[in-house]
């Protein structure tokens, strides 16, 4: 079989991690870097012994380009960069987010479709085991009949957790659901007040510790979703002053899928931390002891290895002409979820999903 070539674009710190990943993995190269700074081409070229490019046009007219092109700069460049590779005849890995608009993605999704290519959106944590032992406890019944998902962000503004976090939020309440997604509300606020479109900045404006993702608005965001089985979700966006109290010292603080069945409950820490209270009620009278930990081995499913695991199934994909399992169209889904929560807040209404208006929400 030949050698896999591979082209990373971006060679920032998730460039890097997809870089490290992939040289790990037997019948694959390293063959190109693409980033403006001097010093990041420097460092990838000692590392890889690869070819490195100013912009991503000198790595795709080059003779022998990339079998795979890895998209890891910042979501506004998302778009353009994936439609020009595509175009070209590589497959592509975009990063989270996908990118700014509905219309974006659809371009994307169409282009792979129209060139016969794989397009995958790097939501990894569904490959970790705490994942999958939720979902079977789900199906089996284990917990009930499921009723309601709800998911919380990391405790940042939320126009920047929504772009950043909110993907890998949504695909995992609709991976737990087991249904597709029909009718999504939102409600947007900004320090207490309905957010409008006049409210738009960029993101890094109102989160400057965080990365370029394009327009945003609200410090506080709220979305509720209906699914094809009758289950329901929300998802909870909100700036906080500290990171907040877990029910005991044990758990890993960080975003999280709250699981509610008839039975019992479950909280999914992403990727890798699954808990389990044999109540379906919150039973704060019998306090952190009603909860306990499914399995601390699960807390070994971290990156790279869940990076890992995306990419093999990925090349696996190509291999045998089938989807990747967290393909362009689960991106866009998971997009279509965030990028509706604005778009119904603002039309004051539920809306249907799909959406009609494929533009940013926040677009004149």
Known sequence: MATLRVGIVGYGRMGKHHAEVFSRIKGVEISAVVDPADDLQK??????????????????????RPDI?????????????TVRALFAGCHIICEKPMADSLQECDDMVNMARLKGLKLAVHHQSVFSRAFARAWRMIVSGEIGELCLLRAYGKGRVACSDVKEIGGHLTHGMRYLAGGEVTEVYG??????????SEDARRVQEL????????????????GYYKFTNG??????????????????????????????GTKERLQLYLPHTLFRNR??????????TSWEEVDPNFRNDQDPLLTRLFIEDFIKAIQKDRDPRVSGREGRIAMEMTLGITRAHLAGISLAIPLTDRRHPLEP
Do not use: K
């Open 43 to 64: 460092q990838a070229c000692e590392t890889y012994q690869c070819a490195v490019f100013d912009d991503i046009d000198g790595m795709l007219t080059q003779r022998e």
């Open 69 to 81: 092109v890895v998209i890891a700069t910042h979501s506004p460049l998302h778009h353009e960069q």
């Open 187 to 196: 409600d947007v606020t900004c320090e207490g007040r309905s957010v409008t």
């Open 207 to 222: 989160y400057p510790e965080g990365r370029d993702s394009g327009v945003g608005a609200g410090d506080r965001m709220f």
């Open 231 to 260: 289950v329901r979700a929300e998802l909870q966006l909100a700036l906080l002053d500290e990171a907040p109290a877990t029910y005991n010292e044990s758990r890993i603080f960080g975003y999280y899928i709250d699981v509610f």
């Open 279 to 288: 109540s379906p009620y919150d039973d704060w009278a019998r306090g952190a």
